[in-house]
């Protein structure tokens, strides 16, 4: 199993960013997947999920309304759409297989948003 | 919502056990048997430990145990090794239908 990400780096306030993640190793289209983030020095949150047909996606109260998560079984892909950017999103950004359970974890994009 | 409640930092010698509290409401951790563990190294991507309250994945050691009463999940590590130490999240499915991650836990093995 692999999640590999792409996408982050430096984005000014109010910009927009799209964060990819590539699975392999596994039938992509069988698994939630869940975006979760690690702000410098601080803990874990929840960012979002989508479920394997997309058909059921939720987001944290925090970025509800400004980013996106979609996929692309097709393509083995997920994405989240960040716009909106503030500097309290500045994290380190993971994928994860599951929804609930989050059993592999993609290597993570540093978001920084700063002008 | 806020991060479920943890300790910020607990220690223990190798060989002992040590306990890592994880305290929510009815509506989180009291409300679903669905709290997870994740141990992170410094510079790493999160690892799962503990699934479900109380299961272990393939390939976690048994030395590593789940467990949950009310509101409050519990992580116990016996024979604690240097290897163990680094920080340790519970998470917990909501009502609301999201997930909500603890503030950590330091764990130091002396």
């Known amino acids: 199993v692999q999640l590999v990400q792409s996408g982050g780096g430096l984005v000014q306030p109010g910009g927009s960013l799209r964060l990819s993640c590539v699975a392999s190793?596994?039938?992509?289209?069988?698994?939630?997947m869940t975006w979760v983030r690690q702000a410098p020095g601080k803990g874990l949150e929840w960012v979002s999920y989508i479920s394997n047909s997309s058909g059921y996606t939720n987001y944290a109260d925090s970025v509800k309304g400004r980013f996106t998560v979609s996929r692309d079984n097709a393509k083995n892909s997920v994405y989240l759409q960040m716009n909106s950017l503030r500097a309290e999103d500045t994290a380190v950004y993971y994928c994860?297989?599951?929804?609930?359970?989050?059993?592999?974890w993609g290597q993570g994009n540093l978001v920084t948003v700063s002008s | 919502q806020s991060a479920l409640t943890q300790p910020a930092s607990v220690s223990g010698s190798p060989g002992q056990s040590i306990t890592i509290s994880c305290t929510g409401t009815s509506s989180d951790v009291g409300g679903y048997d669905y709290v997870s563990w994740y141990q992170q190294h410094p510079g790493e991507a999160p690892k799962l430990m503990i699934y479900d309250v109380s299961n272990r994945p393939s390939g976690v050691s048994d030395r590593f145990s789940g467990s949950k009463s009310g509101n409050t999940a519990s992580l116990t590590i016996s024979g604690l090794q240097a290897e163990d130490e680094g920080d340790y999240y519970c998470s917990s499915f909501t009502s609301r239908f999201t997930l909500l991650f603890g503030g950590g836990t330091k764990l130091t093995v002396v």
């Open positions: 994860a297989r599951g929804g609930r359970v989050s059993g592999y």
């Open positions: 190793g596994f039938t992509f289209s069988d698994y939630w």
